[in-house]
């Protein structure tokens, strides 16, 4: 299977405790997102980047939170102090560098803290 | 106010009917469009991009207004396996990410 991936699928997790999630995305892909999505809303956007580089990250994105993509392969996504808040569906996607060109979804990682 | 507003529904229709849903967007200077389509506890699939001119993708037929800013989607000859989750989608200039609404859940019955 040559799409998107995500590890874990699930996790569960106690509050203040930390996560890690990891994204692989289709590797001829340079650009790589980042989504969270809770129940009954659509997915919203957190942090975006080409290649290596971190471009945009919304404010949605706390303290908390921190995204890497350390060799503009494979990216990271951490939350430090882990609330119930942060339960959520975390989703990768990636894309080619061509404007209006579609984003591939990951399966996602369904987080719970309880 | 929410970037993309959509009807939640469920519409409910039988196996061969036709339904059809909009969204509306506020940014008027969105300029890609998209419905994706998301099963339940699945990842969002692009099911198609929406043209200013209306496009037909099979059963499928999707419209852009853009005076009144509001992007529909039409479902001819339901099937059971069009039952799903439809979201609009919408996407600025220059800009990377999609912008979602909350989406609108289609069941298709026997």
């Known amino acids: 299977d040559t799409g998107v991936s995500q590890n874990p699928r699930h996790k569960i997790t106690k509050r203040g405790q930390n996560v890690t999630f990891r994204c692989d995305p289709i590797?001829?892909?340079?650009?790589l997102y980042w989504y969270r999505q809770t129940l009954g809303q659509g997915p919203e956007f957190l942090t975006y980047f080409q290649n290596e580089a971190q471009l945009e990250k919304s404010r949605l994105l706390s303290d908390r939170f921190s995204a890497e993509r350390p060799k503009g392969s494979f990216s990271t996504l951490e939350i430090q102090r882990t609330e119930q808040g942060d339960s959520a569906m975390y989703l990768c996607a990636s894309s080619l560098s061509v404007a209006g060109v579609e984003q591939y979804f990951g399966p996602g990682t369904r987080l719970t803290v309880t | 106010r929410k970037e993309v507003e959509q009807d939640p529904g469920p519409f409910n229709v039988p196996e061969g009917a036709t339904v059809a849903f909009n969204c509306t967007y506020s940014?008027?200077?969105?300029?890609?469009f998209f419905w994706y389509r998301q099963d339940c506890r699945k990842e969002p699939k692009l099911l198609m991009s929406v043209y200013s001119s209306g496009n037909e993708d099979g059963r499928f037929t999707a419209q852009l207004n853009r005076a009144s800013q509001y992007i529909s989607l039409l479902i001819r000859d339901s099937k059971l396996s069009d039952s799903a989750t439809y979201l609009c989608?919408?996407?600025?200039?220059?800009?990377?990410?999609?912008?979602f609404g909350a989406g609108t859940t289609v069941t298709v019955r026997a």
């Open positions: 989608v919408v996407k600025r200039p220059n800009d990377y990410k999609l912008s």
């Open positions: 590797s001829e892909h340079n650009r």
């Open positions: 940014n008027s200077a969105s300029q890609s």
